[in-house]
């Protein structure tokens, strides 16, 4: 399965100290399936939301003590088990893959960045859980970072959203920039796209998280998350006082 997606980033790659590739695999498996429901196929809304909520009870299932359905619901019990973690982190993910079943568009930033918690979020955090690196701290760091990438993602995938009829880019921004539907739909590019790189300067080190959860620095908040997702992964880097890589 890891190797029949597309990804942005490598997964369980040998980067990854040799422990936490099994269990990484297993996870990226059970996130990568689920979503899988929520996306592909012809299968109806309601017949997604249902084999989403048949994932849920799985997650119940191990909770309770009882033997999963399925070899890949027994191999996570195992995981969970072995690491001392818990469902709710998956179950925050089968959140957003239902939430993309049912929701299409969305009015604001914050509103945005909310998907984001369930969307992306708690990936970094099992991967910090997995690495026994659970502080308060670095669970901000990680959020950041999760939540930046999603964006990105967004951004770099807006023609292949908008063929499954989602539009992930908040509806206020559309609005402010002038950017149709119609635009989207044309795949046309033109100044309503462009980011203003002088204002976006007021984004420091200082403003950094202020950036990341407002309109107020620059002309975009996208810009803002993006250059405090670089500035926390170097000041995580640095206090980490060894090489991070994730590419």
């Known amino acids: 399965m890891t190797n029949a997606h597309y990804e942005n980033f490598p997964v369980a790659s040998p980067l990854l100290p040799p422990e936490l590739r099994a269990p990484v695999r297993v996870i990226y ?80 930033f914050d509103e945005l960045l909310d998907y984001c918690s369930r969307s992306a979020n708690p990936v970094g955090r099992i991967m910090l859980a997995l690495s026994e690196q659970y502080s308060p701290e670095m669970l901000d760091q990680s959020d950041a970072i999760c939540s930046a990438l999603q964006l990105i993602n967004f951004l770099q995938d807006v023609a292949i959203d908008r063929k499954k009829s989602r539009i992930y880019i908040p509806q206020e921004d559309i609005a402010k920039f002038s950017v149709s539907e119609q635009l989207i739909a044309e795949g046309k590019t033109d100044h309503r796209w462009r980011i203003d790189a002088i204002s976006s300067r007021s984004c420091s080190e200082p403003n950094a998280k202020r950036c990341s959860t407002s309109h107020s620095c620059g002309r975009s908040p996208w810009l803002g998350i993006a250059l405090y997702c670089a500035w926390r992964f170097t000041y995580f880097r640095k206090n980490r006082g060894r090489s991070l890589r994730c590419f």
């Open 29 to 108: 498996a059970f996130a990568r399936s689920a979503d899988d429901l929520a996306d592909e196929g012809d299968a109806s809304a309601s017949e997604r939301i249902e084999a989403l909520n048949a994932y849920e009870r799985e997650l119940d299932h191990i909770d309770a003590g009882r033997e999963p359905s399925s070899d890949l619901f027994l191999q996570l019990a195992l995981t969970l088990k072995e690491h001392h973690l818990n469902t709710q982190l998956l179950r925050d993910l089968l959140s957003a893959f239902r939430q993309d079943v049912v929701q299409t568009r969305y009015a604001s």
